[in-house]
């Protein structure tokens, strides 16, 4: 069984800045790409960031230049640093692991975690 628990969401002004972290745990070989959506009140669920094994990277429009997303796979880890904060972004964001392989060898695919909040306020 694994698992991703988000943290570091939170309440900021505009123009703050939060990081938000994604751990993956379990008896975990390899996380393969790993990214960020977020889901605003009444909107569906959007791809905000994602990074390969390779950590190459990928940006919604409305976040490039704003956001930086990074991995760190000694701790199965995906990070969201998101500066310039606009009320826009206040939405509750998910963190998702396209597959996770573990040491018995089993795949786990596409799994979330369960979410964490992020208000900007004007």
């Known amino acids: 069984q694994v698992q991703l628990v988000e943290s570091g969401g939170g309440s900021v002004q505009a123009g703050g800045s939060l990081r938000l972290s994604c751990a993956a745990s379990g008896s975990i070989w390899r996380v393969d790409d790993m990214a960020w959506y977020r889901q605003a009140p009444g909107k569906q669920r959007e791809l905000v960031a994602s990074v390969t094994r390779y950590e190459s990277t990928n940006y919604a429009d409305s976040v490039k230049d704003r956001f930086t997303i990074s991995r760190d796979d000694t701790k199965n880890t995906v990070f969201l640093q998101m500066n310039g904060l606009k009320p826009e972004d206040t939405a509750v964001y998910y963190c998702?692991?396209?597959?996770?392989?573990?040491?018995?060898?089993?795949?786990?695919?596409?799994?979330w975690g369960q979410g964490t909040q992020v208000t900007v306020s004007s």
């Open positions: 998702n692991a396209d597959a996770i392989l573990t040491f018995s060898g089993q795949y786990y695919y596409h799994t």
